[in-house]
């Protein structure tokens, strides 16, 4: 374990002296003035209300009605964890899933297999039901990049959440869906978008750390490694990037729920259908999920570019050792053998 800075150490401290591991709890969703208010204290709140009017339209057979034989982007994984530490011929690896084109219909059979020797999760990330460009009424359609892949749910899956939009005078840069269950785990890493992420089936689990607590998340330099498959119907194995240099800056944290840093304060939250979390822009957070009756997990996020103006965005830097020369991860990755 590397030495932390004393100053960013102090600054923990005076952190967790003065806000401890609580976390507002509100029964409804907030004014525009209200949720700009929590932004200026960049806190999580869980709201006990839902942008999502009728969490009950998510189910199965309405997913299968509305997408029919449209493809959709899965992401597969031997253990769960995509986008993640994991341990590979005696070094460790940021690995990234493998992605492989099926229906909804396949999918959502394939997930409830308990005996399948992969996980399977929706999880594209880049707007796969609203995309920025969706919000920028001076492209026409011919400009846009492409569709997003889940549009046909855009009945159901509001576009913007209109406190926030008007709060942050923005639309959202992007509005996603989520589909898994409870073998999916996704790393501890930190957004710079301001989060607002509701449960429409089965529940969350947040284990969440502040900016002023990126000293102890351990970044190190990773190589990037890829989950591929050698050829149809065989089984997924983790390719290292040929490039050596191609590297990414990540915490060595791999479970803060079975090992939380020495001298951390995790705020631990869970999200239940029908609730809503604010998540501020630069929180680490790990997140775990529950199934509900079908074995599923489902959930909507919209996240909202962050501002870049004034001193946030420079703080945030900050705490991250990301100013001027200064780097809070190690330049190599300690298990290197090479």
């Known amino acids: ?16 002296e003065m806000n401890g591991d609580h976390y507002k709890v509100l029964d409804r969703l907030p004014s525009a003035l209200e949720f700009l208010r929590l932004v200026h204290i960049s806190r999580p709140v869980l709201f006990l209300e839902s942008p999502v009017n009728e969490p009950a339209q998510f189910s199965d057979e309405f997913l299968l009605q509305r997408m029919g034989q449209n493809e959709i982007s899965i992401a597969k994984t031997p253990s769960g964890r995509a986008d993640a530490i994991v341990y590979s011929d005696g070094r460790e690896y940021f690995a990234e ?51 997003s892949e889940l549009k046909l749910l ?5 576009p913007q959440v209109p406190f926030v939009t008007e709060a942050l005078d923005q639309p959202p840069d992007a509005v996603n869906l989520w589909i898994g269950d409870e073998r999916s785990i996704t790393s501890i890493h930190a957004d710079p978008y301001e989060n607002i992420y509701t449960v429409v089936r089965g529940a969350k689990h947040f284990t969440l750390y502040p900016p002023t607590e990126s000293c102890f998340m351990e970044r190190r330099m990773y190589r990037r490694a890829e989950y591929q498959r050698p050829r149809p119907g065989a089984l997924l194995v983790l390719r290292p990037n040929e490039n050596s240099d191609d590297k990414i800056p990540w915490p060595s944290l ?71 020369d200064g780097e809070a991860f190690s330049e190599e990755d300690d298990s290197d053998t090479d």
């Open 97 to 147: 899933p493998c992605t492989e084109k099926m229906t909804m219909q396949a999918f959502l059979n394939e997930l409830t297999n308990t005996d399948a020797s992969e996980v399977l999760y929706l999880q594209s990330q880049d707007g796969n039901v609203y995309r920025a460009e969706d919000f920028n009424e001076d492209l026409d359609k011919s400009e846009r990049q492409r569709d």
């Open 154 to 158: 855009r009945d159901i899956v509001p």
């Open 254 to 324: 791999v479970d803060p729920d079975q090992v939380s840093p020495l001298g951390s304060m995790p705020v631990r939250i869970t999200v239940e259908v029908g609730q809503t979390l604010y998540l501020p822009a630069g929180w680490w957070h790990y997140v775990r999920q529950s199934n509900d009756h079908t074995g599923k997990c489902v959930a909507i996020n919209w996240w909202y570019d962050m501002e870049m103006q004034g001193s946030r965005w420079l703080w945030l830097s900050f705490l991250k050792g990301e100013l001027g």
């Open 1 to 16: 374990m590397s030495t932390l800075d004393p100053v960013l150490l102090q600054i923990a401290k005076e952190s967790q």
